[in-house]
């Protein structure tokens, strides 16, 4: 795990309700997958930045290159 995912205490690898909700968003966006799985559990990718971008147009692709 790097410095910018997060993992709550306790939650035994499953993932967080904040989690699955960011994760949730990010596919509604458009984001794929594998894709909003990752952008979800790392700390320092604002969703609504995130979700603004594919929403203004920019394809999910790119979006998730830019986070990256």
């Known amino acids: 795990m790097t410095i910018t995912e997060t993992e709550l205490p306790g939650e035994n690898g499953e993932e967080s309700d904040v989690i699955r909700w960011r994760r949730a968003a990010l596919r509604r966006a458009g984001y794929d997958e594998a894709s909003a799985r990752e952008?979800?559990?790392?700390?320092?990718?604002?969703?609504?930045?995130?979700?603004?971008?594919?929403?203004?147009?920019?394809?999910?692709?790119l979006a998730y290159r830019i986070f990256a």
């Open 39 to 61: 952008l979800a559990r790392r700390i320092d990718v604002d969703l609504h930045r995130a979700v603004d971008l594919v929403r203004a147009g920019c394809p999910p692709e």
